[in-house]
């Protein structure tokens, strides 16, 4: 006979950490040190917190937030301006990316309601900042709309505890960032064919509070 899927109703608050990976493409042209040193850069370590509310028919609603690190320097970087002239110097990106938005969900309790199953998808607000150095040091910084889904499961430890794995993937992207150098700000915007990706898949690991 076909099984029963239970209606477990209830609040479930979560704590992950993990490891990210920032989706783009590299820049057109490079040698084989920079493609290195971008590939290092797209990962990095993630950490979320989320709530979510359960209610009739195991459907849910919540709110997450999510932040991801990246970082990594290379030392005695050749620079060309386009007057010719040349400097040696630093190459350093310090990436923060954040995401914070509503979900709904719908969580299944499956073997001895031991095990859960839980899927997200949400949207909400997406930030980047990089403290950058190129010869000089400024700072980029973005913010734009994401897209989250999410897919996880949980093992109950008792009844008000559970350890967790989740794989999320969030959707960013913009047109426009700000560079300040220090001393002034500007705007630069990209056209629509060469959008700054804000894109990153995460696969983390955590604790659940359950009140039910």
């Known amino acids: ?11 479930r608050f979560s704590a ?8 783009f493409i590299n820049p057109p042209g490079i040698n084989k040190v920079l493609v290195d040193y971008y590939n290092e850069l797209k990962t990095g370590n993630t950490y979320s917190f989320t709530f979510n509310y359960y209610g009739s028919s195991n459907f849910g609603v919540g709110f997450q937030y999510m932040n ?5 320097s290379l030392n005695n970087v050749l620079v060309t301006y386009t007057n010719g002239s040349t400097q040696i110097g630093t190459l350093k990106d310090a990436v923060e990316m954040n995401y914070a938005g509503i ?15 839980a899927a997200d998808i949400g949207f909400g607000y997406s930030g980047y900042e990089n403290n950058a150095e190129l010869i000089t040091k ?11 889904t999410q897919i996880g499961f949980d093992y109950s430890i008792n009844k008000n505890l559970a350890f967790g794995l989740t794989g999320t993937l969030i ?11 220090g001393t002034s700000t500007k705007t ?13 898949a995460d696969i983390s690991i955590g604790l659940r509070l359950l009140i039910e």
């Open 68 to 72: 991801f690190m990246s970082a990594n």
């Open 103 to 117: 979900s709904f969900g719908y969580r299944i309790p499956l073997k001895n309601n031991k095990w859960r199953m």
């Open 171 to 181: 959707r960013a992207s913009t047109k426009s960032y700000t560079v300040f150098d």
């Open 1 to 11: 006979p076909r099984r029963q899927i239970d209606i477990i109703k209830g609040y």
């Open 138 to 148: 400024y700072i980029i910084t973005s913010n734009t709309m994401g897209a989250n």
């Open 16 to 23: 992950n950490y993990g490891a990210g990976y920032w989706v």
């Open 188 to 200: 630069v915007t990209l056209p629509d064919d060469e959008r700054e990706s804000y894109v990153r």
